[in-house]
Structure formats: structure tokens, C-alpha cells
């Protein structure tokens, strides 16, 4: 359709369709998403923690029930990914920095002092 030298190659009903936001992601999908954005990590190395550790409840509860700090550092150290089915490392120290360390001490409160 023409309208004054201008060319629409789809209906506005079309495009309006088409620029609509996808759905809300699921927990999963986006911890996934997030665990993507560390830095050495990748789609097939997400998909691997995921497949043990769906939402990061899953993996902080992980975490808890490790019984020391080294464990939960290597927590994900054995978990194998990509062609080569190598093993995380240590990206566990970095998952562990990111979603543990310090999160497992009891918020500061103010006193009104």
C-alpha cells in the first residue's frame, strides 16, 4: 500500500503484533539468563547448572547445606560443559562470589540510638 511516497510493507495490525514484549520469563529462565552474564560462562554452562540448580533458591539452598566454605566454593567445579565436556573450575569461585559470599551473614540493623 502507498501513501504519499510512503511504502508499508506490513499492516500496522501486523507490526503492532510483531512489536508486542514476549511473555514474563519463568524463575528459571531468567536465573539462567543471569548465570549467561558472568564473565567465562556461556548458554551450554547455564544449562548445565540449571539441569542440577533450576532457580537460584535452588543453588542458595545448595550453598547452605554445604559444610564449609571450600565446599561451596567447588560447589559447581565438577559440573561439565561445552563439546569438550570440560568442567566448570573455577567459575565456581566466581558463581560463589557472585550468589554466597557475604550474602550468608544476617543483614546489619540500625539502631535508633
Not at 543453588?59 to 561445552?82: H, P, T
Not at 550468589?99 to 546489619?108: K, L, V
Amino acid at each position: 500500500r502507498r501513501e504519499e511516497g510512503v511504502v508499508f510493507t506490513q499492516s500496522f495490525h501486523c507490526f503492532n503484533e510483531a512489536s508486542v514484549k514476549t511473555k514474563a520469563l519463568s524463575l528459571r529462565e531468567t536465573f539462567g539468563r543471569h548465570l549467561i552474564l558472568v564473565p567465562g560462562s556461556s548458554a551450554d554452562k547455564a544449562s548445565k547448572i540449571l539441569e542440577r540448580y533450576p532457580t537460584l533458591a535452588a543453588l542458595r539452598q545448595a550453598y547452605e547445606d554445604c559444610s564449609s566454605e571450600e565446599e561451596r566454593k567447588s560447589l559447581l567445579a565438577n559440573i561439565k560443559a561445552g563439546p569438550t565436556k570440560r568442567k566448570l573450575g573455577v567459575l565456581s569461585h566466581c558463581f560463589y562470589s557472585l550468589y554466597w559470599s557475604g550474602c550468608d551473614e544476617p543483614p546489619q540493623t540500625q539502631s535508633d540510638d
